[in-house]
């Protein structure tokens, strides 16, 4: 018998092991009878018969790729839909062969039209022949016709992985394949994969019934489908009785791993299977090696499910996920408006620290005063702190729509998901900021000149801020522009402008009654935040900004 060796893995810990990798050498290949096709595949691989796109432009990019032949779920919790928004979530292009046609919703399945076998094979050729996918992964492959014109595809356009998600019976009861199509999974489809991915219910069938109740009982089944063929074998422990985590059982032919989480108690759990077997796909079709393609899907899984725990879709009691969460997170964001500088505060730590306040207090208070935006400036705070306190301020600031600005750290600002940051001259350029931010996120320039002014919106800003307008001691060695300065940058920027340095009480209004065009707003420390009440402090300038506004009209 081989050498067993366990390893207990919570999702978010892993060490990392020397990987088997993922084709066998051909004299491993031929060991047994199984082997037939990986033994196609790796021949196929030595003669660069992998099919590569028709296109010989150099200049394209190829992205990664996987094909999903599954059945459609019209409720597009699961299935096709499912495997395509996965994909598409993970960051890798989904192409799609139909095998079935299901009626679905949150109650249940309502119906099912089988593809027929021929059109199944149309599918298939019209893909592979064409546009050759990195990876196949498969789902509701409901006849046994299917699954041997899937093999035979496969035979004759290989491919670099191939993932089973082995489904047998809807997240209702309803059988989408029955068990009519166990010998040909066994026989032919199994011996090709690459990872089989089945839940308690069909690594049972899978094995003739032997009751699973236990990770034992998850091991000794692993075991059982790996002698079957497929190369690595993934048995999910969601059904798991009397378990209050999740545990999934991962065996590679050699090593046995435990993939622990804790349960997400959430009705919508409709098609996290097909959700979990396309993430593999997806990581393989990047260039994974397997163990960490697993891992690395498992957490998007877990994110997927606790980010979706309570969205409302359907009246059943089989809630689908919510995939594309990032780009959720974005639609949620409010786009940044020019109107957010009229009162923008930055924070200081020394002047928290001077008056016993955290940054949050301190954000706390200044946007009850009435701030439309918030800038953490903590030039002496450790980068773990700074993280904790951008991402509690964070929470704050979304609830009361204000925009929550880093600076000069893009790191905190992308690993808190701030709305964006300040940068100046000596600072990252704003392009490479940009590009690393995406569309989405503010980026402010500090912009002393026209020049600097001209270069930040060419490099992709959202706004400038300018200064010193007066001369202040919370910026060392600051070069005061003055009302004048102000005024040349305003007048020849194409971007907003908010204007900063000594600005307080006594000259807010000076500063807004330039009345020049792009001046939004004032940026100010220590009128805010070197005070005993950072509240009333902010209150009381934004009625001198609103009295300023009402002058210059
Ligand atoms: C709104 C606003 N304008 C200017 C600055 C100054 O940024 P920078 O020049 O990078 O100097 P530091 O703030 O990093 O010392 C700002 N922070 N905010
Ligand atoms: C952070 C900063 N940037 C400046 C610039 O001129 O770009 S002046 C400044 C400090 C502003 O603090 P206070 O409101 O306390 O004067
Ligand atoms: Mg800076």
């Avoid at 010989?56 to 395509?84: F, N, Y």
């Avoid at 964001?333 to 009229?342: A, G, S, T």
Wanted: overall charge neutral; some cysteine; charged content about 20%.
């Amino acid at each position: 018998m081989a050498h067993l060796c366990s390893q207990v893995l919570s999702t978010s810990f892993f060490t990392p092991k020397p990987q088997i990798p993922v084709l066998l050498s051909p004299g491993v290949a031929c060991v047994k009878s199984f082997h037939q096709y990986r033994f196609l595949h790796i021949k196929a691989m030595q003669d660069g018969k992998f099919a590569t796109p028709t296109s010989c432009d150099e200049s394209k990019v190829r992205v990664p790729h996987v094909l999903t032949v599954a059945g459609s779920d019209s409720g597009a919790g699961a299935g096709i839909q499912a495997d395509i928004k996965a994909c598409a979530a993970r960051g890798v292009y989904c192409s799609t062969v139909i095998t079935a046609v299901t009626a679905q919703n949150t109650v249940g399945v309502q119906g099912v039209n089988i593809v027929p076998e021929d059109f199944v094979a149309e599918q298939l050729r019209s893909v592979l022949s064409d546009m050759p996918p990195n990876v196949v992964k498969t789902g509701m492959l409901p006849s046994t016709g299917i699954v041997k014109t899937l093999c035979q595809s496969l035979k004759e356009f290989p491919v670099q992985a191939l993932v089973v998600d082995p489904v047998m019976v809807s997240t209702s009861g309803h059988t989408l394949a029955g068990p009519s199509i166990l010998d040909s999974f066994r026989e032919e489809l199994l011996p090709m994969a690459d990872i089989v991915t089945p839940n308690l219910k069909e690594a049972s069938a899978l094995l003739g019934g032997v009751p699973l109740e236990t990770i034992a009982d998850m091991r000794s089944a692993a075991k059982a489908i790996h002698d079957i063929g497929p190369r690595n074998v993934l048995v999910k422990g969601g059904d798991l009785p009397a378990s209050l985590d999740a545990v999934d059982v991962f065996y590679d032919g050699n090593d046995f791993y435990e993939f622990r989480s804790s349960r997400i108690m959430t009705p919508n759990t409709h098609g996290t299977g097909c959700t979990l077997a396309s993430s593999v796909a997806a990581e393989l079709a990047k260039g994974s090696q397997m163990l960490s393609a697993v891992k690395v899907a498992k957490r998007y899984v877990e994110a997927v499910l606790s980010y979706s725990k309570n969205i409302a879709i359907g009246g059943g009691c089989q809630g689908p996920m919510d995939h594309l969460l990032k780009l959720k997170s974005n639609v949620q964001r409010r786009r940044f408006d020019p109107c957010d500088l009229f009162l923008y505060a930055v924070t200081d730590s020394r002047m928290n620290k001077k008056w016993g306040r955290s940054i949050v207090d301190a954000v706390k208070a200044a946007i009850e005063g009435g701030a439309s935006i918030i800038q953490l400036r903590e030039k002496e705070v450790e980068t773990g702190d700074f993280l904790e306190a951008a991402k509690a301020c964070l929470k704050i600031c979304r609830v009361h729509g204000v925009p929550l600005l880093i600076n000069d750290r893009i790191d905190v600002a992308l690993a808190s998901d701030a709305d964006g940051v300040h940068i100046g001259q000596s600072d990252m350029p704003a392009h490479v900021a940009r590009a690393l931010l995406g569309s989405d996120k503010i980026i402010g320039v500090s912009c002393k000149t026209p020049e600097h002014a001209q270069q930040a919106w060419i490099d992709g800003a959202d706004y400038i801020g300018s200064g010193g307008v007066y001369p202040t001691n919370t910026k060392e060695n600051n070069k005061t522009i003055g009302l004048d300065g102000l005024k040349t940058v305003c007048v020849s920027s194409k971007l907003p402008v908010v204007a900063i340095g000594g600005i307080g009480m006594s000259n807010a209004q000076a500063v807004m009654q330039l009345g020049v065009p792009n001046l939004k707003g004032v940026a100010v420390v220590s009128a805010l935040f070197d005070r005993e009440c950072v509240m009333t402090e902010t209150r009381k300038l934004l009625e001198v900004l609103k009295e300023s506004t009402k002058i210059a009209k």
